[in-house]
């Protein structure tokens, strides 16, 4: 399985994601201090060689370049149009019930998952399709 893709389940937990932010450029005086990208529901997933790349834990969607001015929420949700449940939720960590996580979220992030897992598929497909049509203009060129 690739790293990180669906064990990632104690990300749930906002305290969780807050520890993974230890390379995290950004720290006093910015917009994006861990505390309000680990609030924002992402957490680090680049590690030393990509610093700044973060992943929703919700949605999945990941996130690189970021700026000190930038506003975890606001960039979560222009990225994700619509498509993130914790951000559709509009709740902060302190205020998700059981019912909130075990009704809507953890169904609407398996959806997440299988729609990642569909484009990384259609990705793959369409990759083979070029290479075959390749290999075929290489056995009959034009
Ligand atoms: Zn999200």
């Known amino acids: 399985m690739e790293k990180g893709k669906a064990n990632d389940s ?3 937990d906002v305290n ?9 450029p950004f720290k006093e005086d ?3 201090t861990p505390e309000k990208m680990a609030e924002a529901g ?31 929420w606001t960039e979560h949700a222009s990225h994700t149009r619509g498509l993130c449940p914790y951000v ?14 075990l009704s809507i979220i953890e169904p609407e992030r398996s959806k997440c998952l299988m729609m990642k897992m569909h484009d990384n598929w259609a990705d793959k497909f369409n990759q083979r399709c070029e290479d075959k049509r390749r290999e075929i203009d290489v056995c009959a060129p034009k």
Do not use: S
């Open 88 to 101: 559709n939720l509009g709740k902060k960590p302190h205020e998700l019930t059981v019912m909130d996580v």
């Open 10 to 12: 104690i990300m749930l």
């Open 16 to 24: 969780a994601r807050l520890q993974t932010f230890k390379h995290w």
């Open 42 to 72: 992402f957490y680090c997933c680049g590690g030393e060689n990509e610093p700044d790349l973060v992943r929703c834990y919700f949605c999945r969607k990941e996130l690189d370049g970021w700026e000190p001015d930038d506003d975890p």
């Open 30 to 32: 910015c917009a994006c």
